[in-house]
């Protein structure tokens, strides 16, 4: 495994050299023929005031980003962890730190740059490599023109929603993966899936260039290519939860269905936990959201109350169909309605207005409730935390939404127009619902696509699956080592 990884990296490393020589050579003449243009640039800059990120927005968005992070450490952790049988809590509690911890230090080195600084429509460049470049007077763009906050913020802020998206994939296939085969994934899939939809979907140059319908155009194009459609994503409906649940469906299918399963109860273990984490998640989400704004403003203010209101109205929706439906109410049931709600509302939070988050939020719980329940049965799937039926269906509903109560008429915030510095007067329900279809559609293509070669390079190397005897003792022990109750 060790020797197999120090290949891996070996030829990453070479296919990074080539590819930047092949762009050096291609252009001997560029650092000449820069050179007027170069010095223009610095002495438009030398006369600008240099921005300064106002302390008000740093400390927020700092603050969310340890929010995001309480997201993964403990809080879907311990949701995932009660999910599980008590064999193998400990083993998704293994997974989720590990996870976290690896895409955290892979997007420091190149995650960071390919995701989020110009190269190509479909993927950044190499300017922040190693963070090469940044230092504490680096700045950011914001969504509002002359306000920027430090790099070094933006740039953790958004390792946090890297993280929690590879961990939230480990859910469907909880209970018979190799630790080994999980992390050989990740890495994988992180590389060419995550990264991707996140600069297709999020980058674009900033607005403080903006200044006419020209500037806007030119600007529009160095952006991401769903960027450049008109994607309304504010938090990650596309790039966070769709994005992640189709690669864990996907696992489920290519990995199998666990040992005994449809023949033995496979039942929660803890329920208390369940209710933690999903407790913790919530509480987390509001800096998943409103720090989406990247300020602390008005904004932000309406994606907190969205993902209040939201989350509420899909747990009540969620417990009253299965009270309805089976006779009673239950804690998982309300858990499960609480994260579906802060699913669907994540791609609308600031574009749509508190009723709209509401019908969202109320519309999440019943429809995810089918996704756990109807649509699983119909996929045949084993996968084991329902993560496509919570995050994949949630992700969809919420993200075609978003196309809807986006409308000013609905309470919506519309689309903002950088050149007249206000929300533009013609929105069309029917046309934002066809781009934001689109962005479902590339997402779901992306991610299955990537998943699937994936998985089966990952089985041909290492192999994807515990032995079955590792299996029914459970993998606390047999992949760590450990148990979580002793008897």
């Not at 995001?68 to 809590?89: C, D, E, W």
């Not at 939809?197 to 600007?219: C, N, Q, R, T, Y």
């Not at 045949?380 to 949630?394: A, N, R, Y």
């Amino acid at each position: 495994m060790l020797t197999w990884m120090k290949r891996l990296l070996a030829g990453s490393a070479m296919a990074l050299a080539i590819g930047a020589t092949s762009v050096m050579v291609a252009s001997p003449a560029f650092a000449d023929e820069a050179k007027p243009v170069a010095a223009a640039a610095a002495a438009a800059v030398a006369a600008a005031p240099a921005l300064v990120p106002n302390k008000g927005d740093t400390a927020w968005i700092l603050v969310c980003t340890a929010l995001v992070i309480l997201m993964t450490l403990p809080g879907l952790a311990l949701f995932y962890g009660g999910l599980t049988r008590s064999k193998n809590i400990l083993s998704v509690l293994v997974q989720c730190m590990f996870v976290f911890a690896l895409i955290t230090v892979l997007w420091s080195l190149y995650g960071y740059s390919f995701a989020f600084t110009e190269g190509g429509a479909f993927i950044g460049g190499f300017d922040r490599l190693f963070l090469q470049g940044i230092t504490p007077d680096s700045v950011a763009a914001t969504f509002s023109k002359g306000i920027v906050i430090p790099e070094y913020v933006f740039m953790a802020f958004q390792a946090a929603f890297a993280t929690i998206t590879c961990c939230l994939i480990v859910g469907s296939f909880a209970e018979r993966a190799k630790f080994s085969a999980i992390v050989l994934f990740v890495i994988l899939w992180f590389t060419f899936s995550y990264l991707p939809i996140a600069h297709m979907v999020w980058f674009w140059p900033g607005p403080d260039d903006i200044k006419d319908a020209a500037s806007l155009e030119a600007i529009t194009a160095r952006a991401g290519w769903l960027w450049q459609k008109g994607v309304l994503d504010f938090a990650g409906g596309t790039v966070v939860h769709i994005n992640a649940a189709i690669a864990g469906l996907v696992g489920s299918f290519v990995i199998g269905k666990r040992l005994g399963y449809g023949k033995e109860a496979m039942k929660p273990h803890n329920l208390v936990f369940v209710m933690i984490g999903a407790s913790l998640l919530w509480f987390g989400w509001f800096g998943f959201n409103a720090g989406s704004a990247l300020e602390a403003n008005g904004s932000a203010a309406l994606a907190f109350v969205n993902t209040l209101l939201a989350t509420a109205a899909a747990v009540l929706s969620w417990s009253v169909a299965e009270w309805v439906h089976k006779g009673k109410p239950s804690m998982l049931g309300g858990a499960s309605g609480c994260v579906a709600g802060l699913v669907a509302v994540t791609p609308a939070a600031g574009f749509v207005g508190p009723m709209g988050a509401l019908v969202i939020g109320a519309a999440a719980g019943v429809v995810c409730l089918w996704g756990v329940s109807g649509l699983k049965k119909i996929l045949g799937s084993d996968d084991s935390l329902d993560v496509f039926g919570v995050h994949g269906v949630g992700g969809i509903l919420g993200a075609l939404l978003t196309g809807v109560f986006a409308d000013p008429a609905l309470g919506g915030t519309g689309i903002w127009d950088y050149v007249a510095n206000a929300a533009a007067p013609d929105y069309s329900i029917a046309s934002q619902l066809w781009i934001q279809s689109q962005g479902v559609i590339v997402t779901l293509i992306w991610s299955g696509v990537v998943s699937y070669i994936a998985y089966k390079l990952v089985d041909m190397v290492i192999g994807l699956r515990v032995k079955e005897d590792e299996e029914r003792e459970g993998l606390d022990i047999s992949s760590h080592g450990e148990s979580a109750y002793e008897s």
